[in-house]
């Protein structure tokens, strides 16, 4: 079938089964119909098991839906039930759904143990990968199919459809990205200079996480960005974007108390993104304006793009001898976490699993939060690798 196909059986999926959910009477209807109507399956109940039994002790235990191709273990709630919750089971214990899989899980043979678990109450998809048991899940919601169905497709498929996906819009990102910057640095009065290009690849960055901000509701509203320079001409989008600029690194208490409606709607950025006043940003042209409000905006969703590989669409701003002379080159995100999971997040993620996640006592967990949290805030890594284009020091410490 067509993607378009794809997106209209999936939201067909989505308004049939929009407020409906009974776990024993519905769950493999539900699954049936999803690999059958979504994925193409034909004959889906040759594709999933349901209800293999489970000896934990001396009880039996029901694994609600199991696809053995693509090693996809199920566990199927109620439309009422929180999946992030605890629940308590009939031996009196308190496990949330994943938590409840893993108990499943650990009395399968080592052939049989998933490569993905999902706990699922009928409007939303909680994706767990194995490989990182400890990681924090994907969602998935319901209402939401038409568009993410994509992320799903791995239950059907072998390959890793969603990071494809992702990769596939992200190229797209980086394309667009690439346009408006062809568009923009012939319009500066030297546009060989190096200080020209620093500009150019900061004011590309600023763009990139407005349009992401406005869709993917950092800002507050969807195409808030959009609707603020579409009231300017395009001789005075130059000042329009650095009185903006301004306003994002601008606490809101410190702000003009009667600054106009337009401005004062947008959030206060902290993180520095904004703080650098001195880019160099030239009169712009109706091709720059039509290209970041049509093509950027109105044609393109930012919020699909992961922020895990934002740095490939970065990277592709910025020319190839900019990347030459500057030493940057994006890291994907799996090659990162070769490195940094074992370095120090197998056993970040370890301990907030054994001192949060376990835990029920409210208060404990607070309490355990907060000590986390304050933990976390005080960790440095050194990245011996990295180094600032303003010295020739390769070494850099991160927070």
Not at 50 to 57: A, G
Not at 96 to 107: D, G, L, V
Not at 150 to 168: A, G
Not at 197 to 202: A, Q
Request: hydrophobic share 35%; aromatic share 10%.
């Amino acid at each position: 079938m067509t993607e378009k196909e794809q997106m209209n059986l999936a939201k067909e999926f989505a308004e049939f089964w929009e407020n409906k959910g009974y776990e024993k009477g519905q769950s493999q209807t539900f699954w049936l119909q999803l690999l059958r109507q979504v994925y193409g399956i034909e004959k889906p109940e040759e594709f999933i098991e349901f209800e293999d039994q489970v000896h934990i002790d001396k009880s039996t235990g029901f694994i609600d839906g199991y696809i053995p191709s693509t090693k996809v273990l199920i566990e199927q709630k109620s439309i009422t039930v929180n999946l992030r919750k605890a629940i308590r089971q009939a031996d009196g214990s308190l496990l949330t759904p994943f938590q409840q899989a893993k108990k499943y899980i650990a009395e399968l043979p080592v052939s049989q143990h998933p490569r993905w678990v999902i706990t699922c109450n009928f409007k939303s998809f909680l994706v767990y990968d194995m490989d990182k048991p400890n990681g924090e899940p994907e969602e998935i919601l319901l209402k939401d199919l038409k568009k993410e169905y994509y992320r799903l497709q791995f239950i059907v498929d072998t390959e890793n459809t969603n990071l494809k996906k992702e990769m596939e819009i992200s190229i797209k990102a980086g394309e667009l990205v690439g346009r408006i910057y062809d568009e923009i640095l012939p319009l500066y009065r030297d546009p060989e200079n190096k200080d020209t290009l620093k500009s150019l690849n900061m004011l590309c960055v600023r763009l990139v996480f407005c349009l992401y901000a406005e869709d993917a509701g950092l800002f507050g509203r969807h195409q808030m960005f959009h609707d603020y320079l579409a009231k300017y001409d395009a001789e005075d989008l130059r000042e329009a974007l650095i009185k903006l600029f301004k306003v994002l690194d601008t606490k809101l208490e410190d702000r003009d108390p009667y600054m106009k409606q337009d401005l004062a709607q947008f959030p206060y950025v902290n993180g520095g993104l904004f703080a650098e006043e001195d880019i160099e940003i030239p009169m712009l042209t109706d091709k720059v304006k039509e290209l970041i409000l049509s093509k950027a905006s109105e044609d393109f969703d930012w919020a699909d793009i992961s922020p895990t590989i934002f740095g490939a669409v970065f990277e592709s701003t910025l020319n190839p001898e900019t990347r030459r002379s500057g030493g940057m080159h994006y890291t994907s995100i799996e090659n990162i976490h070769k490195v940094i999971d074992p370095l120090f997040l197998d056993e970040l993620e370890k301990e907030l699993e054994q001192k949060i996640l376990n835990i029920t006592t409210t208060t404990t967990i607070k309490k355990n939060v907060a000590e986390f949290q304050d933990k976390l805030s005080k960790l440095k890594f050194l990245d011996p690798a990295c180094r600032k284009s303003e010295t020739s020091s390769r070494k850099h410490i991160y927070h």
